[in-house]
């Protein structure tokens, strides 16, 4: 039977979106050194399940590099590794590369690989490092090996291991040859079963050119569950040879059902991939020689402690020492692990990977190191090895008392710590249920229950008429109706409201990041994340809110240096608040940096000519000219900000969403921009209006002023445009129904209204016949089965099931100019 | 039913006779006063409320340059959904009478005479008789195409 398992791809993309949002925030949250282990296990289920869907989807490259980040995420979670500030700015990028990649598969358009592999690299490189100090994390993978053939440094060590050490010398070295066949091979776990033999594949490759051997020990599970007959491994190899396609895949061919294979060509000089993970086929063929199970035993156990300091000295003395760590650690254990008495090791090993796991453990085992010497790091590793050989590897005896000390009695606190963090499945979300319904069934929704008032409305009307005996009953059942309708039709709008925070939870990253880069010490607060709002406004909000926090950062927080000298903690706070106002929401975004400068906007705005020299502005006034386009004091562009470009967007954006936008700032204290919005797009607080036989829906929000001209205040300007005073200004007036082509019913000014509006920041007075009342409208669009229309924002559907339009303050204003100079 | 012939759904307009695809018929309604768009070519009338969702409404007769009939109580609705570039539209078309829901086979269908211009013909799909009369089948994907307006033509207008 064919699945077409397309239609489920959506709804993978959606689920790994959120998942990968709520890993992000998690891992921000997650605290350098000691880690909250639910998070950390919350972050290793998103990799996980990804990892799964890409899987069953076939997104091969996804599933390549979350299987990768999985790897080093379960490290961590198994508390082998630490946590590291470079580890979790890795994670984070490997976020990114996932939206990315993601992003890239669901739009059908090409993953940019290179970015991928990179990271991927990186993420190995760092497991490897972990890995590589602590060989016994390495080591049990290997089904039943052994050997575990090690980086160069260890082939003196390891005589077991010697044949199978990395790079597996090539019969006609073909020197450096311009181009590589780098093979990424996956076996299936039955490989060995079905009878084939890594080392056979290698070997009969080695033919073609110089064959370097890379395994991957990553999916070796811990040695009480390993299956001897399974093979864990998979293997990159790269071979320096000109030989053709199919010489390569000869080699495999028997092999090529029971593994994943990917071929690929590289040309001289792309980018050469280390041999840190090191660990040849050997214990492959040693597995298939059928070496008890057994032995690995004390390597896997030495692990644990070694592979968290070794991650400690990574960060602290950099990668070249981790590496010489890596080496010697691994040296001793591949020792340990081709010793044929595996009894006393295994023991001692046993028991230390109880102490091993306690993170309690892994950080104590890691302050020593990074204080001295990088060699001592691979102390801990070695100490179950060292009690077989491998003296010379290691440096340290103190370390190797200390762990010998250890095996026999596991600490209790290593013991409890990994049981509950396997026991707590955090329960994400509490205890929140949810369902996910499509938008559009949602609309479906809405737009029947708009019928339905529409339906009540009319039979209200007729209800009136009535008369007679039951008239009075059947009134009644209507008012019910009435009020059940309204009840219904706001839980129905209620449902698509979301709370803000889905729209503030990307900041934390984004804060983070900015810091660092500008070298800025920031606090980020975010109040009111419960605040609910429109889904369609939320998804619009966003852009301004990042331009805003943005500046905040950018221009707002000074340095650290200066915020000392100013009298300030040199940690600056941007403040996120959202909370209700009526019928809006109100977003506002305060710092405690420097303020906006206003002599120096001022300033900036006169020598531009923007304001004249000797003008005098209002606070409020000064603020306007930020938003004016191409606007920016900033003394130099950077990356961030300053270009100018932004304010005025975002104040466009803000208007466009029917909301606005408040400064207010003092110089040294800070500043605070105020966006109130309206809680939703689809409804409308209207003032009814009527031209002709015409009904039009004026958003409240546009209107100032509703009054009657007396003839007299009208001028009339070049014998053209009517003008009349307000306030001070003269406003030009626009006859709605000169604009719409609508027979009116009144054509002398005094006899209509004039509206004043404004949209676009100008004003207008709008003559029209009458008021009719106000009332909230549901806004339907014109567009859907229409078009556009210049003017009009969109249509309603009035009680009496008639339709009318909303306008558009801003775009009638458009026309209005463009029809007087026209005419 | 076979797959080459389908039914179709004729109406009256003047003293010609159309047709189109029924399954393209979302409901046949009788006239109500709509709501005038400004800026609008001639031949849209307004937008009627169609069960939640705005329709726009077109004129028949004013779209085929046929003299103009007055909209009485037996004045007819057609809203059809049509494909365009945007995708699935509703709209309304005003005609005289709604005859008659007709089964016709596709070999049945002639293609209509070039008649010089390529306008005059471009959305007519074919010509097929029914009984003693021609029925001028529509394509009205490509008839809507072209009627529904963008934001640069109504400017233009306004200028």
């Known amino acids: 039977m064919d699945l077409d398992l397309a239609q489920f791809h959506d709804s993978f993309f959606e689920e790994s979106f959120e998942a990968l949002d709520g890993m992000e925030a998690a891992l921000l949250g997650l605290d350098v050194g000691a880690p909250d282990p639910e998070r950390v296990n919350g972050i290793f289920r998103v990799a996980h399940s990804i990892k799964g869907g890409a899987g069953m989807f076939g997104f091969k490259d996804v599933a390549s590099f979350t299987h990768t980040l999985e790897t080093l995420l379960d490290e961590l979670r198994s508390g082998r590794m630490a946590v590291t500030r470079e580890i979790s700015d890795k994670l984070l990028l490997s976020v990114d590369v996932m939206r990315a990649m993601l992003t890239s598969v669901q739009r059908k358009e090409p993953v940019d690989m290179q970015k991928v592999a990179d990271l991927q690299f990186d993420l190995e490189m760092i497991v490897a490092q972990g890995a590589g100090a602590a060989p016994a994390a390495a080591a049990p993978p290997a089904p039943a090996a052994p050997a575990v053939a090690a980086a160069p440094t260890s082939a003196p060590a390891s005589a077991g291991a010697a044949a199978t050490s990395a790079s597996v010398p090539s019969a006609g070295t073909s020197g450096a040859g311009p181009s590589r066949w780098v093979i990424d091979f996956k076996a299936l776990p039955e490989l060995l079963l079905r009878g084939n033999d890594p080392i056979a594949i290698f070997a009969s490759l080695s033919e073609l050119g110089k064959l370097t051997v890379n395994a991957n020990l990553d999916a070796v599970p811990r040695l009480r569950s390993i299956d001897a007959e399974r093979c864990y491994l998979t293997w990159h190899l790269e071979l320096e040879s000109d030989c053709p396609r199919e010489q390569v895949d000869a080699a495999f061919e028997w092999a090529a059902v029971d593994c994943e294979l990917a071929v690929n060509r590289v040309e001289a000089g792309g980018s050469q991939v280390a041999a840190p993970t090191a660990n040849t086929a050997a214990p492959v063929a040693n597995a298939a020689s059928g070496t008890p199970v057994a032995t690995p035993a004390p390597a896997v156990v030495g692990g644990a402690p070694a592979q968290t300091s070794a991650a400690a000295t990574t960060g602290a003395t950099g990668a070249g020492a981790a590496a010489a760590a890596g080496g010697s650690a691994q040296t001793s254990a591949t020792a340990a692990a081709g010793a044929p008495v595996a009894g006393a090791a295994a023991t001692g090993g046993a028991s230390a990977q109880n102490s091993a796991t306690a993170p309690g453990d892994a950080t104590a085992a890691s302050a020593p190191a990074t204080t001295s010497a990088p060699a001592t790091t691979s102390a801990p590793a070695t100490t179950s090895a060292s009690a077989t050989t491998s003296a010379p590897a290691t440096t340290s005896a103190p370390a190797t008392a200390g762990a010998a000390a250890q095996p026999a009695t596991p600490a209790p606190a290593g013991g409890a710590a990994p049981k509950a963090v396997e026991a707590k499945e955090p329960a994400k979300g509490g205890e929140h249920s949810s369902i996910r319904v499509s938008i559009e069934k949602i609309d479906e929704l809405i737009n029947t229950v708009g019928e339905l008032v529409i339906t009540q409305a009319m039979l209200s009307e007729l209800g009136r008429k009535l008369d007679g005996s039951v008239a009075e009953q059947f009134r009644s059942g209507l008012n019910q109706l009435e009020r059940n309708m309204r009840e219904l039709q706001e839980s129905v709008m209620r449902v698509r409201m979301l709370p803000i925070s889905f729209t503030f939870s990307r900041f934390p990253r984004m804060v983070r990041d900015l810091a660092q880069r500008l070298n800025k010490q920031i606090e980020l607060k975010m109040t009111g994340e419960q605040t609910e709002l429109d889904k369609t406004v939320l998804e619009k909000i966003g852009d301004p809110l990042v331009h805003l926090v943005r500046n905040s950062i950018d221009h707002g927080i000074e340095s650290p240096e200066a915020r000392v000298k100013a009298g300030k903690s040199p940690t600056g706070i941007v403040h996120l608040d959202a909370c209700h106002r009526g019928g809006h929401i109100a977003v506002e975004i305060r710092d405690d940096g420097n303020g906006l400068d206003k002599n120096r906007i001022l300033a900036k705005a006169r020598s531009r000519g923007l304001v004249g020299p000797n003008d005098v502005l209002t606070d409020d006034q000064v603020h306007e000219l930020i938003f004016m386009p191409g606007f920016s004091t900033a003394e130099k562009t950077t990356d961030v900000s300053g270009r100018g470009v932004g304010m005025d967007v975002v104040r466009r954006n803000v208007k466009e969403l029917g909301g606005k936008i408040e400064i207010s700032s003092e110089l040294g204290k800070g500043s605070r921009f105020i966006i109130t919005l309206p809680l939703t797009l689809a409804i409308v607080d209207g003032q009814s209006v009527s031209v002709g036989s015409e009904t039009y829906i004026v958003p409240l929000t546009s209107i100032i002023e509703s009054l009657q001209l007396q003839p007299q205040s009208v001028n009339r300007l070049s014998g053209r445009g009517e003008v009349f005073s307000f306030r001070g200004d003269y406003l030009p007036i626009v006859r709605l129904h000169e604009l719409f082509g609508i027979e009116p019913r009144a054509t002398a000014l005094h006899e209509g209204l004039i509206v004043v509006a404004e949209g676009d920041g100008r004003r207008i007075g709008l003559f029209v016949d009458e008021l009719l009342g106000q009332q909230q409208v549901v806004i339907k669009s014109m567009e859907a089965n229409y078009g556009p229309v210049d003017g009009v924002a969109g249509a309603t559907i009035l009680g009496d099931g008639s339709v009318a339009l909303i306008l558009d303050l801003s775009g009638l204003i458009r026309v209005a100019t463009r029809t007087a100079r026209a005419a | ?159």
């Open chain 2, 1 to 159: 039913m076979t797959g080459n012939s389908q039914q179709v759904l004729t109406f009256v307009l003047g003293s010609e006779t159309y047709g189109v695809d029924i399954l393209r018929v979302q409901e046949i309604r009788g006239w109500s006063s709509v709501t005038k768009i400004p800026h609008a070519p001639p031949h849209v009338l307004g937008v009627l409320n169609l069960r939640g969702s705005i329709v726009p409404i077109v004129d028949m007769r004013m779209q085929f340059n046929l003299e103009r009939a007055e909209y009485t109580a037996v004045t007819v609705i057609i809203v059809l959904s049509v494909q365009s570039r945007n995708g699935k539209r509703d709209f309304g078309v005003v005609v005289d009478g709604v005859s008659d829901v007709v089964n016709v086979d596709d070999a049945q269908v002639k293609p209509a005479p070039d008649l010089g211009s390529r306008e005059a013909t471009e959305h007519i799909r074919g010509l097929m008789p029914v009984a003693d009369r021609m029925v001028v089948l529509l394509d009205i994907d490509k008839l809507i195409a072209g009627q529904l307006p963008n934001t640069s033509d109504s400017i233009a207008e306004v200028a």
